[in-house]
């Protein structure tokens, strides 16, 4: 069973800098394509980045490209996703997720984790 557990939410200014964390085994981290997708209050869940079982490709929203970076290690069976820069529109719950099928559409995973709350104020 794939577990992830997601951490390193908070409240900033904008401007300022988070890293979320998300803790999960090491089999799902070599074995799994991961991402972070993110939900704000009454809007639609949106893909944010993606980084590939060897690690070595990342993808990232156009909203979030120079400002984000994804990565994982697999020392520590932790993902991450540096946010530097942060903007007030950036506020949202962030979910980690992993996949092992190579799905079309960015937004699907086969499984999520609980999310954590990133509050930007301006």
């Known amino acids: 069973q794939v577990q992830l557990v997601e951490s390193g939410g908070g409240l900033v200014q904008a401007g300022e800098s988070l890293r979320l964390s998300c803790a999960t085994s090491?089999?799902?981290?070599?074995?799994?394509?991961m991402g972070w997708l993110r939900q704000a209050s009454g809007k639609d869940r949106e893909f944010v980045a993606a980084i590939s079982r060897s690690g070595l490709s990342t993808d990232y929203a156009d909203s979030v490209k120079g400002r984000f970076t994804i990565s994982k290690d697999n020392a520590k069976n932790t993902m991450y996703l540096q946010m530097n820069s942060l903007k007030p529109e950036d506020t949202a719950v962030y979910f980690c997720?992993?996949?092992?099928?190579?799905?079309?559409?960015?937004?699907?995973?086969?499984?999520w984790g609980q999310g954590t709350q990133v509050t930007v104020s301006s």
């Open positions: 997720a992993a996949k092992r099928t190579s799905y079309s559409s960015k937004l699907v995973y086969d499984y």
């Open positions: 090491e089999r799902t981290l070599v074995g799994y394509a």
